[in-house]
């Protein structure tokens, strides 16, 4: 299993930004894909983007997708979250992902959590 702890969460003024990172520990840290999960007060927990492990594709859930980018840095074993033009909509805890599986880190289920982060962007 791998093991994921986030950090960079924080509060944001809207239109602001903020980039969360995840770093990975654990045998395989280096060849899974990772990726973003979401969960806002009441909500269930949704789908925010995904990277190969080798980093050569992408993929994002429509309502980030222009403002969100996520890279990785396999040399530290870590995941970034690039967030840009945030609104309160985005308000979340934000939480890492990980998968052998592309197909079960984007739509689940996914096997390795992160604790979480809180981001909340305020009007």
């Known amino acids: 299993q791998v093991q994921l702890v986030e950090s960079g969460g924080g509060l944001v003024q809207a239109g602001g930004s903020l980039r969360l990172t995840c770093a990975a520990s654990?045998?395989?840290?280096?060849?899974?894909?990772m990726g973003w999960y979401r969960q806002a007060a009441g909500q269930e927990r949704e789908f925010v983007a995904a990277?190969?492990?080798?980093?050569?594709?992408?993929h994002y859930s429509d309502s980030v997708k222009g403002r969100f980018t996520i890279s990785r840095d396999n040399a530290e074993n870590t995941v970034y979250l690039q967030m840009n033009s945030l609104k309160p909509e985005d308000t979340a805890v934000y939480y890492c992902?990980?998968?052998?599986?592309?197909?079960?880190?984007?739509?689940?289920?996914?096997?390795?959590w992160g604790q979480g982060t809180q981001v909340i962007v305020s009007s």
């Open positions: 992902a990980a998968s052998k599986s592309i197909t079960a880190l984007t739509s689940g289920p996914v096997p390795s």
């Open positions: 654990g045998p395989t840290a280096s060849y899974v894909n």
């Open positions: 990277i190969t492990w080798s980093g050569a594709t992408t």
